[in-house]
């Protein structure tokens, strides 16, 4: 009987210090993710509103790139990709974050991506 209830402390032990990890990982990875939720609508709002800068994307570069250094994203002017097709315009971004998970390093590759139409009035 002792045996047992040692036994049962043990694995709910090792229960919360699993629960604390992924809590840690959530806390770190989240924020991550919502930034880049963030930035991806604000190159949603520049790609709507494409026309309003004359068809100039040098304009859109500087406005991305200040929200994503407003948001801690390790993105430069030279990371977004803006193209115009016949009826859409499509801005896209790549890098890379690196997070720390306690034993390891990884590095998430995010790549967000927005596809509006081209309204020219």
């Known amino acids: 009987m002792k045996m047992q209830k ?6 709910c032990i090792l229960y919360i ?11 770190q990875v989240v924020p991550v993710l919502y930034n880049n939720l963030q930035l991806k609508d604000e190159m949603g709002q520049m790609a709507s509103s494409y ?3 004359h068809g ?7 406005i991305l790139t200040d929200k994503a250094r407003a948001l801690d994203l390790p993105i430069g ?3 977004f990709k803006i193209l115009r097709r016949s009826k859409s315009i499509e801005i896209s971004a790549h890098y ?4 720390n998970f306690l034993f390891m390093k990884k590095a998430i590759k995010l790549n967000p ?3 509006k139409p081209a309204y020219n009035f």
């Open 56 to 62: 100039h994307p040098e304009k859109i570069y500087e």
């Open 17 to 27: 210090l699993i629960v604390l990890y992924i809590a840690i990982m959530a806390i």
């Open 51 to 53: 026309y309003q800068f």
């Open 6 to 11: 040692g036994e049962s402390r043990v694995g």
């Open 113 to 115: 991506e927005v596809s």
């Open 96 to 99: 890379e974050v690196e997070i």
């Open 77 to 79: 002017k030279k990371d």
